[in-house]
């Protein structure tokens, strides 16, 4: 039961330009949603969060937008940098206190071309 | 410093061995987790635990028990290995206050042959 989606498996992007990379989710439980990123050889690591109250939240290069009618986030990297280059990703839980309910896409794999 | 060291990287194995893979955070966290990234690249979790607490993804065989002898390590034994246990082994780490925010060790890529 994939709770939630990440529908493109790739995306590669020119040095400079915008990166979008979408998340659906089905649950409606869902109130908190984070963005995660990995190198190979590497564990994820957190990038940026967001939660339910809001449908913006930014970080430097990093913009996080929730569309909660629809079911729906996206992570806005600008400009996109080659370290950039990673697996991104998804996740969703009920509330931020617990990693217990925690789902994951499987990740987007974005390629930022010098 | 390594913040979640998980050991060993790479394991390979054959069917029915019993192994343990070892992880250890230095954050100062009271949640430590086990995740597993399958062929198909979903991460779900398959314990976490607590000095509390150990929860259990009721869909974790049985062969696959968690040992925390304190609450920096949690050790992760699979006894009887089978081939469908071949995939990648997160372990994780967070304060409980601020569970959603994980951090991950490098994973280990277990290979049962």
């Known amino acids: 039961d994939q709770q939630v989606k990440q529908n493109s498996p790739s995306l590669s992007v020119q040095e400079g330009r915008i990166s979008i990379l979408n998340c659906d989710y089905t649950?409606?439980?869902?109130?908190?949603f984070l963005w995660y990123k990995k190198y190979p050889a590497e564990g994820p690591t957190f990038l940026i969060s967001?939660?339910?109250?809001?449908d913006k939240n930014e970080d430097g290069r990093f913009t996080v937008f929730l569309n909660k009618s629809a079911k729906h986030l996206s992570l806005h990297i600008v400009p996109s940098q080659p370290g950039d280059s990673a697996v991104y990703f998804c996740?969703?839980?009920?509330?931020?206190?617990?990693?217990?309910?925690?789902?994951f896409g499987t990740g987007t794999r974005l390629t930022v071309i010098p | 410093d390594t913040a979640v060291s998980q050991t060993p990287k790479y394991l390979v194995t054959q069917m029915g061995n019993d192994k343990s893979i070892k992880c250890e955070q230095n954050?100062?966290?009271?949640?430590m987790y086990w995740y597993k990234q399958d062929s198909k690249k979903f991460l779900k979790i398959m314990f976490s635990y607590n000095n509390k607490e150990l929860i259990i993804n009721e869909t974790v065989p049985n062969r696959f028990s968690p040992k925390s002898p304190d609450k920096a390590h949690l050790n992760l034994h699979i006894n009887s290995l089978e081939l469908g246990d071949s995939a990648v082994y997160f372990c994780a780490s967070s304060h409980s206050a601020g569970g959603s925010k994980l951090f991950f060790g490098s994973g280990t890529q277990l290979s049962v042959l």
């Open positions: 954050l100062g966290h009271d949640t």
């Open positions: 996740a969703a839980a009920r509330d931020q206190t617990g990693a217990n309910n925690l789902f």
């Open positions: 649950n409606s439980m869902f109130d908190y």
């Open positions: 967001i939660s339910s109250i809001k």
